[in-house]
């Protein structure tokens, strides 16, 4: 038995006869749109999600142009501040950090050349090559402190410093005294030509950071124009074979007509309909709509689970940090906001592989939910490679904030990972902003940050 044997058996029902075979055939050629609409739809919601996780590693992309760069300028200017130990050796454990930051594809015209082939308007590629420009310059003038040192305490044979590309001394520096050398060492990463390229990187990736974020809400309204103009047309065609079946039918109304308001109905509250009622071919229709109720159901499910959790960790994504924290500003009350940095990552990933290292970030979004995590967990977010936040709207005092810290400190230990972290609090986040407590939580990560990657050299 075939399977449209098994399908007529299983519905049962009488067959039309032929005067209703011009009903069948404009009805199957309106069912035929109506799918076409749907999947047409579909079609758009997919490449809306893939455009939204294209923005999201743009945006990425785009800040870690000034993470890369923080993160060396914070350990150069720590080596080129006390070139030496107490003892009179050469520190190594910010020179050493240094090094090994520097193979990261973080650096400034690694990523230029990666914008180069990204799919987004040269407006912002501009933007982002202007960062990058002045991560370079930043990096250039580490570098050429760095040798000016070099060449007063030679730098230990240690193979990831010895690598680092320094820039051969003019011949005015070379005669220069020692301390002449190390003064101008220091005016390099700490004069003004220095500091106006670390703001200039700031204001061009944040302008960057922005046109992105612009540019996909552009994207994101024309694509939900185009959804809800392809949803309409299938709404209507389902309303006109509907209109069509109950005008032509109506004599039949018991066979035909009954079974189908029933039906629309159903469909107008987007239930499954009834697929034992009336004659075999509306029990044909019903038994399919209900199969593409259930299909666009699940795919709505997948698209809407996609575009806002991250998949490795089953936390939050950016999208939804930034949807989550929309409506945590416009709230009243205290509010806490957590933010967090996995150490060692890059180590874990070059010396134990990316598995490691993916355990790693599943094992911190443990801790973090938790420790900071609701319910639902619906308040953890990871918001980037090893970056995370947490917005606590139900926590009442610092004090409270303080004891979460305290276990989550433990739970680290008993997992034995490493996580930097800060935290910041307000009694009525009307009086204030996320974006404030984010940036005061930052200051308090990349403190504590330090402190543990100096504790560990």
């Known amino acids: 038995m075939n399977e449209r044997s098994e ?3 299983k519905l049962g029902g009488l067959t039309s006869n032929e005067a209703l075979i011009p009903m069948i055939i404009v009805f199957a050629i309106i069912h035929v749109m109506i799918i076409t609409s749907f999947l047409s739809s579909n079609i758009l919601s997919q490449q809306l999600a893939d455009l939204q996780r294209s923005y999201s590693d743009y945006l990425s992309e ?65 933007l982002v090559y202007a960062a990058c420009r002045n991560a370079d310059n930043i990096l250039e003038a580490q570098l050429h402190a760095l040798a000016l040192i070099d060449s007063v305490y030679e730098f230990p044979d240690d193979p990831a410093v010895q690598a680092l590309p320094l820039p051969d001394l003019t011949e005015e520096e070379k005669h220069m005294p020692s301390e002449a050398r190390l003064g101008k060492a220091r005016s390099l990463v700490f004069g003004g030509t220095y ?61 035909f007509v ?47 689970s996609a575009a806002s959790t991250d998949s490795l960790t089953g936390l939050a994504n950016r999208y939804a940090f930034e949807r989550y924290s929309l409506d945590a500003s416009e709230s009243e009350g205290p509010l806490g906001v957590g933010f967090f940095d996995v150490n060692f990552l890059k180590e874990v990933n070059d010396k134990q592989g990316h598995a490691a290292g993916d355990k790693l970030l599943r094992d911190s979004a443990e801790c973090i939910i938790k420790t900071f995590g ?55 986040i009307s009086k204030t902003s996320i974006k404030d407590l984010l940036e005061t ?17």
């Open 7 to 9: 399908l007529r058996k």
């Open 62 to 126: 785009a800040n870690s142009i000034i993470g890369g760069a923080s993160m060396m300028s914070e350990t150069c200017t720590n080596f080129v501040l006390a070139p030496l130990n107490e003892d009179g050796k050469i520190n190594i454990g910010p020179l050493e950090a240094f090094a090994g930051e520097y193979p990261s594809e973080r650096r400034g015209y690694i990523i230029a050349e990666k914008f180069k082939d990204y799919n987004i308007s040269d407006d912002v590629k501009e």
């Open 195 to 255: 500091a106006v390229e670390k703001s200039n990187l700031s204001a061009n990736s944040n302008l960057a950071t922005s046109a992105i974020r612009s540019e996909l809400v552009q994207h994101v309204i024309k694509y939900n124009e185009e959804i809800g103009k392809t949803k309409s047309r299938m709404w209507a065609f389902s309303i006109l074979a509907v209109v069509l079946i109950i005008c032509l039918f109506v004599g039949i109304y018991f066979m």
């Open 258 to 304: 009954k079974p189908i308001k029933m039906a629309t109905r159903k469909i107008a509250t987007d239930e499954p309909i009834a697929a034992n009622k009336g004659v075999r071919e509306v029990r044909i229709m019903s038994y399919a709509y209900n199969n593409l109720l259930a299909r666009r159901n699940a795919l709505d499910g997948i698209l809407r």
């Open 374 to 428: 609701n319910d639902e967990s619906s308040n953890c977010f990871r918001i980037g490679g090893d970056e995370f936040v947490a917005i606590m709207p139900r926590v009442e005092t610092k004090a409270e904030m303080d004891a979460m810290a305290e276990r989550f400190v433990i739970l680290q230990q008993e997992k034995n990972i490493s996580i930097a972290w800060g935290l910041a609090y307000t009694d009525d």
């Open 441 to 457: 939580a930052d200051q308090e990560l990349y403190q504590r940050k330090h402190q543990m990657h100096g504790a560990r050299a």
